[in-house]
């Protein structure tokens, strides 16, 4: 079957640095992406890594490596309003030709003054 | 530009009734996906849309869900008879092609005493 790991916890302090990793046990796996979800909220878009590398959205950065099945999220100068949950969650090519996404449990960050 | 919309935005009702939930995408969307996200979970693809026809519904438990896309733009998912197992939040996502960024609505969220 199709499935992802991620911590579940991960807990940092304000304008720290904190990176969430994400492997992935996939089959047609097209890309990774990344999705923000605050409690009772719905989940937003934030990265995705089509190839492998780094790319870099303001505060954020996401990293791929296919060979390595694995890639994290990188969040830099944290802020009280980056607590929330994060989904690693990857592109793939079903049988039926379909492209969709497979996510994770997600990770829970919590920022600290 | 407005975002997914969804309606109820909660709903409490007793196993084995039926309940029904709408989604009308962002204009010009083709895609349109339903997931259930259970507490702690990822979302879950349930169904997936190309205009209004059926791309991929192998997650979706057809003895007692169904869905549809009214004339590619909004869509209906149903729950008949519902289980307790059944209480999550159903998400509504859109996106401009299976590749693209999906944009999901705020959820509705299913109790089921």
């Known amino acids: 079957g199709q499935s992802l790991e991620q911590p579940s916890e991960v807990t940092a302090v304000e304008g720290a640095i904190v990176q969430i990793n994400c492997t992935y046990q996939t089959s047609g796996f097209y890309g990774l992406s990344w999705y923000q979800q605050h409690d009772g909220g719905a989940p937003t878009f934030l990265s995705y890594?089509?190839?492998?590398g780094l790319e870099e959205t303001g505060r954020f950065s996401s990293f791929l490596s296919r060979s390595d099945s694995y890639g994290y999220l990188l969040l830099q100068e944290l802020q009280m309003k980056d607590s929330a949950s994060y989904f690693c969650a990857a592109l793939l090519i079903s049988s039926g030709s379909a492209r969709q996404l497979t996510f994770g449990s997600g990770t829970q960050l919590t920022v600290l003054p | 530009e407005a975002g997914v919309a969804q309606s109820p935005r909660y709903k409490i009702i007793e196993k084995r009734q039926s309940v029904a939930f709408w989604c009308n995408p962002i204009s010009g969307h083709a895609t349109l996906y339903w997931y259930q996200q259970i507490l702690g979970q990822g979302p879950k693809l349930l169904i997936q849309?190309?205009?209004?026809?059926?791309?991929?519904d192998s997650q979706l438990p057809k003895d007692r869900f169904s869905a549809e896309r009214l004339k590619g733009v909004d869509s209906t998912l149903k729950i008949q008879p519902a289980k307790l197992e059944d209480s999550a939040v159903y998400l509504c996502?859109?996106?401009?092609?299976?590749?693209?960024?999906?944009?999901f609505g705020p959820g509705t969220r299913l109790l089921v005493l």
């Open positions: 849309f190309q205009n209004n026809g059926v791309v991929d």
């Open positions: 890594n089509g190839l492998d």
């Open positions: 996502a859109s996106s401009l092609g299976q590749d693209e960024t999906q944009y």
